[in-house]
Structure formats: C-alpha cells, structure tokens
C-alpha cells in the first residue's frame, strides 16, 4: 500500500520540504481544459507543471498556500476554501537528502484571466490532449485519474537526472 511507503519515507527522512500542487480545471464550448505553466526559472525549468510552491508561515492553512501560489503565478484568484484536495505525493531524488512532500489540489472555481508572471507561462490544454512529454514523468500515471475526479497517493523515487523514475508506488482511489 503506497500509503505506508509514504508515511515511511517523511517519518525516517532528514529533511522533508512541503510544497503545493495545484491544477486548474475548466469546461468550455471545446471540451475539459487544464491550465498548466512553463517553468521559466528554477527547479523544473522548462517543464510544463501544474502551480505550486513552498508553503510559507503566513499562509492559514495549505489550501491557501495553493491559491497564493495560483496568484503569484498565473495571476488568478482562488479562494482556499475552493482548493479540493486530490492527493498527497512525495518525491526523492538519488544523492539528495531532502523529500519533497507535495499536496495536490485541484480547483474549478477561480476570478480573473491567467497571465504570465516572472516564474510561469500559463496555458490552457484539452484534457485529452495534456503534452505529458513535456513534464515530469510521473505525471502520466496519476493526473489522468485526477481529471476522472479520483484521488492519489504515493511516491516516487527519481534518479540523480531528475529524469529517470527508479521506483514508485502510488494508490489511485
């Protein structure tokens, strides 16, 4: 059960870093969309990933620390209370000591028209139509069962070229 590996891994860890996953999700006249983001900087540059980042001390709850981090961005408001919970993820790379435990949240409520920020470029893609090449590779598994409304939990080991997955084990419910 990926559940207890999980727990496992943030129990026997030396440094756990907790993020935030959030991805945006619409109907239109063309079908489901996902709004995704190019990293411009930093860890993942270059990748297309949902919005997320660090959960700050001033943040109410993890929910909020996603709508802040929706705000900064892509530059559209969601309130913490419309941030539905889907899944709890962690990630280890080979040679690195810290675990990175990230919530995932999914959110289809939302004010304003995304825009660029310093960090992201965000876009809208068909749901059937998500270009998994371009992001991280565990994506493929688990965020089709996300759009089906199922939630997720595991965990997945990346090798030291942030590429290459070299174990994982997630439960989709």
Known sequence: MAAARVKE????????????LAFV??????????????KKRGFGLGKLIGFGGKIEPSDASVADAA?????????????G?????????????ENQPQVMHMHVFVATAFE????????MRPEWFQCDAIPYDDMWADERFW????LEGKTVVGQFDF????????ASKFDIA
Do not use: H
Request: proline share 4%; glycine share 6%.
């Open 143 to 146: 965020l089709p069962a996300l």
């Open 67 to 79: 709508a802040r981090e929706l705000m900064e961005e892509a530059n559209i408001v969601v309130r």
């Open 81 to 93: 209370s419309d941030m539905q919970p889907v899944g709890s993820l962690v990630y280890t790379f």
């Open 9 to 20: 891994t943030l129990q026997s860890a030396t440094s756990v870093k907790e993020y935030t």
């Open 25 to 38: 999700l619409r109907n239109n006249e063309d079908g489901a969309q996902i709004l995704l983001g190019t």
């Open 159 to 166: 090798a030291q070229d942030e590429v290459t997955i070299v």
């Open 112 to 119: 304003g028209e995304p825009a660029e920020s310093d960090e």
